[in-house]
């Protein structure tokens, strides 16, 4: 049977799967998705030990002990619904609405499992609406901004690029199958540069590496758009064209020389004049511009600022020219069609701030969290406040998940989720152009029941249910599939050729068959919209302050072991945190030494590895960890603030600043 990995990962694989009496016997890649080129990773092909693992949840549980205790006991589907329904009935009577918060993220991209029936039934409750900031905010404004999120380039036409940069992007963890179609384009010639504060693997065999120091991209790529404007190379024939307010971020990249960001970066001057010189010099260019940009105080306008390069430079309107950020913006599927439901104007609620908003919130006292597809506990910034604010006894926390996770066990009821196998799903990639259909391939383990099961049956127990609903899976896929108008050629497609394109095919060529969504069909290169939100304005450079008590960058980068924190129970610990061999000798660090990392914000206790492919003053613990990873429980987001990036309020995972020491042996 085929199916699709709907997990959040730009690459959406299409898969085999092996089945016997139901259960999953093994799992690969194939060829339906031509961009995945019949490979996996290994986490998904392990897949079974998620599946079938000790910590899968098996039936509904109840708290049974005090929070955050971990004691449950087993309930039938029945009374834990009765449980959740009379709860969230009583609250909602009592305080309103409001009082009850929605939690979800990135448990799987597809569209049956967000945004559809649970959107149903938060809005019929008149719940507080909840602002999605863990990723792709603050890069998600830049690039609607700027191009009203134009798909970029294709990735498969990366073989076409003679000059490839990677800023801020790992595809070697984060998206594997970009790897070989850039080994294919180096024995063509491309060149490869990395712009990283760590030597990722890419970054050893790549013509140029900058090592610039975390949160420091916006005046880079505000010093490289000064130099192609004062050294005659921007394009103008372009920006007349294609782009408006070009003047507006000339100006505002004036105070930028190569030599000042240079400094800011703490890097040579030098490795930028070289990047500039390779980039003026090489056709075609391309910036494949990751998340790790986003993830700090000023991520807004470095990320706007970096897709900007390509406008100025004129880069576009070759097949491997241009920029590639996320491709969803190649779908305008919605799921909310399913909810059948408008939205509300309820109170929003910014998830990266979720510890402030359940001890001090601003508006009505958060009483109800009801969390699926996501864990919090691993993935939140201020663990601690977050934490806290789970062990409020006046809380009550409904947790839909698959595994045992650190947010499971501070829950009141836990319901069982199945997972992508078990469900039918849709699914799009955001690195690949590709939308999937996938009904479940295996039977449900345990009394596992997916998203749109459950949130049914709580509009039926609250007497939520209109007339109209779509409540069979028949009727909420065709829903989706059909939500832009074109479900009729986009079915024919799926029965044809086992997967979908937008109407712009896989490899739309930017400036050429797709164009800015903008309004008036150009790039907007310092739009007003963005410039209103942020205080000073956009292109606004504010550096994270570096006190001589926290010098050190915490960085916590995607691991090739999780997805986020996705599979992390498999995950044999400790998982060590990662020094420059400068820093470790300054003070008295080794590999398999104990240390604590601190800051205001709390305190991670993990043994140390030193590594040289590091830089000076950046610290790396890995996304995802879950509580058992380290010695004291906590993991990179303790030491998170939760103050959020000059756009769409993103969370700002990279602005930890810490000091690290040996722990007493
Ligand atoms: N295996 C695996 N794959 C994943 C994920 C996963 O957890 N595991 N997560 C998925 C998700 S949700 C996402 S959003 C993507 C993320 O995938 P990526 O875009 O690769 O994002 P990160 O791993 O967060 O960071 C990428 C790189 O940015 C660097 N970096 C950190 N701070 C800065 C900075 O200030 N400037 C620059 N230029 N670089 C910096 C890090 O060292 C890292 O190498 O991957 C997806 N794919
Ligand atoms: N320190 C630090 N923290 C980070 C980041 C970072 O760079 N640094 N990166 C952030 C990023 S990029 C992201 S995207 C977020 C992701 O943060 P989260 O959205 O919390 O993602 P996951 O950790 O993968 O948790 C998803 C959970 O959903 C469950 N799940 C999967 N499918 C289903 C389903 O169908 N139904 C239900 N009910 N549950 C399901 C999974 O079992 C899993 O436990 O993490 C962020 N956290
Ligand atoms: S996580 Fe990414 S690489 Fe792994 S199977 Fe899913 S889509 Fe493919
Ligand atoms: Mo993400």
Known sequence: MTSACPLDCPDACSLDVQVEDGRLVSLQGNHKNPFTQGFICGKVRDIREHIEGPDRILTPLVRSGPKGSGQFRRAGWDEALDIVANTLGGIRHAHGGESILPFCYGGSNGYLTQGGVDARFFRRLGASRLLRTFCAAPSGRAATGLYGRMPGVALPDFVHSKLIVLWGMNPSSSGIHLVPIIKEARENGAKLVVVDPRRIPLARSADLHLPIRPGTDLPVALAIIRTLFEEGHANWDFLGKHTVEHEELRRRAAAWTLERAAGVAGINAGLLREFVD????????????????????????????????????????????????????????????????????????????????????????????????????????????????????????????????????????????TTFLEHDEISRGYGGIVLHDSPATIARIGEARPNYEVFAELCRRMDLTKPGDPLDVRDLRHAVLHSDGHGGAREAQLRELGVAYPSVGPNPL??????????????????????????????????????????????????????????????????PVEISPTDAATRKLRTGSRARLFNDHGEVQATVEVNPEIREGVLALPKGLWAKHTLNGRTANALVPDHVADLGGGACYNDARVEIEALPS
């Open 278 to 417: 390779l980039y003026v010099a090489t056709n075609p260019a391309v910036i494949r511009c990751g998340w790790g940009v986003e993830r700090s105080r000023t991520g807004g306008s470095g990320t706007a600022a970096i897709l900007a390069i390509p406008s100025v430079a004129g880069k576009f309107g070759v097949r491997g020219g241009g920029y590639t950020m996320s491709n969803s913006g190649a779908w305008k599927l919605d799921a909310a069609a399913q909810a059948n439901e408008p939205e509300t104007r309820t109170r929003e609620v910014n998830m990266s701030q979720i510890g402030e908003a359940l001890l001090n919130p601003q508006g009505p006292r958060i009483h109800a969290l009801f969390v699926y597809n996501a864990n919090p506990l691993a993935t939140a910034p201020a663990q601690e406040k977050v934490r806290q604010g789970f062990l409020r006894e006046d809380l009550f926390t409904v947790v839909h998940e698959q595994v045992m996770t650190d947010t499971a066990k501070l829950a009141d009821v836990i319901l069982p989720a």
């Open 510 to 575: 930017p400036f050429v068959d797709s164009f800015p969504l903008t309004p008036d069909r150009k790039a907007h290169l310092c739009p007003p919209a963005l410039d209103a939100e942020i205080p000073g304005g956009l292109y606004t450079y504010a550096p994270v302050a570096e006190t001589p008590r926290y010098p050190l960058a915490l960085i916590s980068p995607a691991s090739s072991q999780t997805i986020s924190s996705t599979f992390g129970q498999l995950v044999k610990g400790p998982v």
